[in-house]
């Protein structure tokens, strides 16, 4: 038994040398593919060749441990273009991220949106009103100057003055009107991809459609009487 124990322990080394080298085969990997003319090119690295053929990924031993189909390598132009498509990508990411710290839900950018769209309401309403008032004032100056014309005298230079003033406040006034008016389309055009887009992100339907025109908004301003 005593002249067993020498090679029991010359054994135990040598199983326990062998062992990391073992250990780094194992690790070891190999890349195949095949030619046209079906014979295999073993190599320790991928190349473009592998890329387009497809390849075999191995292990130390040989066994195949994944399959890789062929890919076509992308032209200059293709790469750009898949570039910009992974920018884009980035880009859209990056403002969903910013919408969705400004509105919550699809109703919290409807509110923002009828909310501007009603501020400027009110200034066209008063701007409506006071555009009345002044063709009011201006059909009275009208009618005194055509009475000076019945009688044969001339328009007095103040009351000329009069209307001519009267005309460009009416005409600055229409523009005025005018302008909100399509400040109000912007911002309903503005609004909609935003609301679509908060809905797809929340899963939130939209609660209303975006708002339509205003009786107010969708009348032309009448011209200068």
Known sequence: MLRLLPTVLLLAASVASAAPAMQKDSRSRWFRY??????PTVTDSITEEHIVRGYESLDAGMR??????ARRILSPEEQAAAKAERDAALQRAKDDKQLLRL???????????????????????????SL??????RAADAQRAATFERRGKPVPAELQKSISTLDKQIK????????RKTEQERIRKEFGPIVQRL???????????????????????????
């Open 34 to 39: 095949y030619d046209d003319k079906n014979q």
């Open 64 to 69: 195949v441990l994944e399959r890789v189909p």
């Open 103 to 129: 509105y919550a839900r699809p109703v919290d950018a409807e509110q923002a949106r009828d909310r501007q769209i009603e501020a400027l309401q009110v200034r066209i309403d008063f701007s409506t009103n």
């Open 132 to 137: 009345s008032r002044l063709r009011q004032s």
């Open 172 to 179: 600055q006034m229409q523009g005025d009107i005018e302008n």
């Open 199 to 225: 809905s797809e992100l929340t899963g939130i339907p939209a609660s209303k459609p975006s708002a339509q025109q205003t009786p107010a908004a969708a009348s032309p301003p009448q011209g200068t009487k």
